[in-house]
């Protein structure tokens, strides 16, 4: 079975800071991931995501994530953080090429909410 | 192009009575997942529908019911409302014929059970 781990719950970091948001994922096969991003009361906005080829990702708003396999982490990154991308942050796992066209959802991790400090 | 989109954005229901939810997908998208999401958690997978079929479903109970029109939108319907249904219930449109599917989120309908 997948399964996505956020380890913080919650992370406050000061405006122009860096930042890292850990996710960890469990899956048999290749997995897909991705990061999305919640606005209070709003939807999910895709950040990125991985498929295949370079492990270093680019996203909008200047989000970047690294897979890497022999972690089974894809870890979420920004060298200088805004006031704007204080929200919650999900990162999730789909299926990937080896799962036989039957598993087609995506599972989410609890999420990381970013408090940013002026 | 206008992206996934939900209605209502709020509702309150009571104990017992059943809920419609409807989703418009992305333009060009042929299919329709649906999620729940509790408050302080990460959404949970309901089911997915493609060809007006429920393509996969998740770990929710015969209460939860949906249907995809020819059109591709789709409706979530809740039946015997319990106080536990209460959540924000996200749609997610995607392509079916690309060989990843990237799923893009609605803005969500707010649901409050009294």
């Known amino acids: 079975a997948q399964s996505v781990t956020q380890p913080d719950i919650h992370i406050t970091v000061s405006e122009g800071a860096s930042l890292e948001l850990r996710c960890n994922y469990s899956?048999?096969?290749?997995?897909?991931l991705f990061w999305y991003v919640q606005s209070p009361g709003q939807g999910l906005q895709l950040l990125l995501k991985?498929?295949?080829?370079?492990?270093l990702v680019q996203g909008i708003k200047g989000f970047e994530a690294e897979f890497k396999r022999s972690q089974s982490s894809f870890n979420l990154r920004k060298p200088s953080v805004h006031w704007s991308d204080a929200a919650e942050y999900f990162c999730?796992?789909?299926?990937?090429?080896?799962?036989?066209?039957?598993?087609?959802?995506?599972?989410f991790g609890k999420g990381t909410l970013l408090t940013v400090n002026p | 192009d206008a992206g996934v989109t939900q209605s209502p954005t709020h509702l309150i229901k009571t104990r017992g009575q059943q809920v419609t939810l409807r989703c418009s997908p992305k333009?060009?998208?042929?299919?329709v997942s649906w999620y729940q999401q509790a408050l302080g958690q990460g959404p949970q997978f309901i089911f997915q529908?493609?060809?007006?079929?429920?393509?996969q479903r998740g770990n929710f109970p015969d209460r939860f019911s949906g249907h995809q029109f020819p059109n591709y939108s789709s409706e979530l319907n809740v039946n015997a409302l319990l106080l536990g249904d209460s959540a924000l219930y996200l749609c997610?449109?995607?392509?079916?014929?690309?060989?990843?599917?990237?799923?893009?989120f609605g803005p969500g309908t707010r649901l409050l059970v009294l």
């Open positions: 333009s060009g998208h042929d299919t």
């Open positions: 529908y493609y060809e007006e079929e429920e393509r």
């Open positions: 997610a449109s995607s392509i079916r014929d690309r060989a990843v599917e990237t799923q893009y």
């Open positions: 991985y498929f295949s080829g370079d492990t």
């Open positions: 899956y048999g096969a290749t997995p897909y």
């Open positions: 999730a796992v789909g299926p990937g090429r080896n799962s036989g066209g039957s598993n087609y959802k995506l599972t």
